[in-house]
């Protein structure tokens, strides 16, 4: 009998694995970390769509923690019931082995890493057992008290679980970015966005609590998203995700908001594990953001009933009267995203938007219609770009963004100058103007004191259509 092995070294030691056990051989990949993950867990990657466990194998084998070579090799190996990745230094060949030639170490039903060697000229080669790299069993460390790991989907929220796989295959989500790591929020748990202001600290009240903000005369509770996590703090917080938790309103500071993302339910890869958990899952980075992991955030998990109850000492009558008000007034109030066409405020109803891209110029189409300004591929689908600023007769400013939305189900992409956050307006402040077949405002509503001027669609549907004519 024989055996195929793949040679690698590792720090200058050689080492083996079966051929029939490694399915990839590749470069380096971006590895996004997972908080309370055990010590030989350097993060997760993403490997041709799949969201794998990198293994620190070197770790593993009791050596130094590894430092990634960039001329090293990535190794997608199979353990009998998972695949995992791990970092080596460098792939050398595969040879056929006759299984005379390697000296087993004792009792194979213990799993060993280290299961056996052989010669190879003058080094000796130790062959290692994929299945000793099976990390299902592993456990969050370091997780503080009452709080919930990254390492899998609570098994107290399995009915909430079930109700979302239930729901229509349509997940809007808000992505943001912290610690400089990517995260999304489900849409409906976002009530606002809202710049950070001063604020009020609250000795006592745990280190990811950042203080009381202002917001519209009511106070607020901030709390650090990465300081929740358990990533450190490594920017000052921008932005403030108004969130309803518990029927109280709260505030997650983040360092950035990425925008907007609509994914489809199946493309949220679940962690498998039997643990509270902070994040439902992983989604594909998107944009800028591609190749890196954008992990789906749990509000359950993220803030459980213990955590909320240690807060609401600090949750002053105030803010239980801004969260009453919020669910009085929920009917009444409209949910947009806004943005600059030239110098005006604009802003879309938030059931519109598909998602917001990064800007990047388009291609032109021959002979096209004025009113298009080529065509981009968003996500593998190729969409007509139409300048808003152009078809309002708005002077440009600085071009950063498109505004991708749905027409009969088909993308187009709207180009504005600079987005800017989620707003509600109440509908008692908006109103009608003159609306005809080549109007695309046709409301205007008042927020903080300021217009904001509300656009549709229904224009720009049919000038669209007039272009493909």
């Not at 990949?29 to 010590?39: E, K, N």
């Not at 040879?95 to 003058?122: H, M």
């Not at 949750?315 to 009917?331: E, I, P, R, V």
Request: hydrophobic content about 40%.
């Amino acid at each position: 009998m024989s055996t195929e092995l793949v040679i690698f070294d590792i720090r200058d030691n050689r080492f083996a694995l079966r051929a029939s056990a490694v399915s990839k051989v590749l470069d380096p990949l971006v590895v996004t970390p997972l908080p309370y993950a055990p010590p030989e867990v350097e993060g997760l990657v993403n490997v041709a769509g799949s969201v794998l466990l990198k293994i620190d194998l070197g770790l593993c084998l009791g050596m130094p923690a590894a430092t990634v070579d960039a001329e090293g090799n990535l190794l997608v190996v199979m353990t009998g019931h998972e695949s995992v990745a791990v970092q080596v230094d460098r792939v050398h060949n595969k040879i056929t082995l006759d299984d005379g030639a390697i000296t087993p170490y004792e009792d194979d039903k213990l799993r060993n890493l280290v299961c056996g060697e052989f010669s190879l000229g003058e080094r000796m080669v130790l062959v290692l057992d994929e299945r000793a790299l099976d990390m299902r069993e592993m456990s969050p460390t370091g997780v503080p008290e009452n709080g919930g790991g990254l390492l899998g989907l609570p098994a107290a929220h399995e009915s909430e679980k079930k109700t979302t796989e239930v729901v229509a295959a349509d997940l809007p989500t808000v992505t943001v970015e912290d610690s400089q790591e990517t995260y999304a929020l489900h849409m409906n748990h976002v009530q606002e966005i809202v710049e950070m202001g001063p604020l009020t600290v609250l000795p006592g009240a745990g280190a990811e609590v950042l203080g009381l903000m202002q917001l519209r005369g009511q106070a607020l509770l901030v709390v650090s998203l990465a300081g929740l996590l358990g990533r450190p703090v490594n920017h000052q917080p921008r932005f403030v995700l108004v969130v309803n938790v518990q029927g109280l309103l709260l505030g997650l500071a983040v360092a950035a908001i990425l925008g907007i993302e609509r994914y489809a339910r199946d493309d949220v890869q679940a962690i498998g594990g039997a643990s509270d958990s902070q994040l439902e899952g992983w989604l594909n980075g998107a944009a800028s953001r591609q190749g890196h992991m954008t992990g789906l955030l749990s509000m359950s998990g993220l803030l459980s009933s213990e955590t909320m109850a240690r807060y609401r000492r600090f949750l002053t009558q105030h803010t239980t009267h801004m969260s009453q008000n919020a669910d009085k007034s929920a009917s009444t109030v409209r949910r947009l995203l806004s943005f600059k066409l030239g110098t005006e405020r604009c802003a879309l109803s938030l059931g519109t938007i598909d998602r917001v891209e990064e800007y990047s110029p388009g291609i032109d189409l021959p002979d096209g219609d004025r009113n298009l300004s080529g065509v981009i591929q968003i996500k593998g689908e190729i969409a007509p770009v139409v300048d808003l600023r152009s078809m309002l007769g708005i002077t440009p400013v600085e071009t950063s963004s498109y505004v991708v939305v749905r027409v009969d189900g088909e993308p187009w992409a709207l180009v504005v100058d600079r987005i800017e956050r989620v707003i509600e307006i109440e509908e008692r402040h908006i109103t009608p103007v003159r609306n005809q077949s080549n109007d695309y405002l046709n409301e205007v509503g008042k927020l903080d004191g300021e217009l904001v001027s509300l656009l549709t669609l229904e224009p720009l549907t049919v000038a669209a259509r007039q272009t493909m004519n």
